[in-house]
């Protein structure tokens, strides 16, 4: 074979593998680009069943109820805020608990909610802390 013939072999399978190799690439750009893109359509939120799961407990306990009234204002995060307004309530009356003595129970509680829109700007709650004493078991 002269160097003429070499050539022309070359330029025929040249040029049909270079246009395999861009429906290869094209292929695969789509691919990347629908996997990437289908991501945002996983994201479902699951419906929940409160399930009853009450606690019974022999035994009888007394509540002392503080006379010092309490107020605790929370501006929640935005995780918080995802959670939902009752969720918001509850970490509210929460870290009231906490801060004022570490009571189990707010007795007599109320709330104000701020709202701007659908968003919850802040929470207070007030009411009177309380703690169980003299916990004793029935026989």
């Known amino acids: 074979m002269t160097w003429k013939s070499y050539q ?11 246009c395999n ?5 094209l292929c ?3 691919a990347l680009a629908v996997g990437i893109t289908s991501c945002n359509s996983l ?3 699951a419906t929940t069943v409160d ?3 009450e606690l019974f407990s022999r035994s009888t306990a007394d509540l002392k109820v503080s006379s010092n009234k309490i107020s605790y204002t929370l501006k929640p995060t935005k995780a918080m805020r995802k ?3 009752k969720a918001v309530i509850e970490t509210a009356v929460a870290e009231a608990l906490k801060a004022n003595g570490n009571a189990d129970v707010l007795v007599g509680m109320q709330y104000e909610i701020k709202k701007r ?6 929470v207070t709650v007030t009411g009177y802390p309380a703690s169980y004493v003299n916990i004793t078991p029935i026989r």
């Open 8 to 18: 022309s072999v070359k330029f025929k399978f040249s040029k049909p593998y270079t």
């Open 21 to 25: 190799m861009k429906k290869i690439l």
């Open 28 to 30: 695969g750009v789509i």
């Open 43 to 45: 994201r479902h939120t």
């Open 51 to 53: 399930v009853n799961t």
């Open 83 to 85: 959670a939902g307004e």
């Open 117 to 122: 829109g659908k968003k919850v700007k802040y």
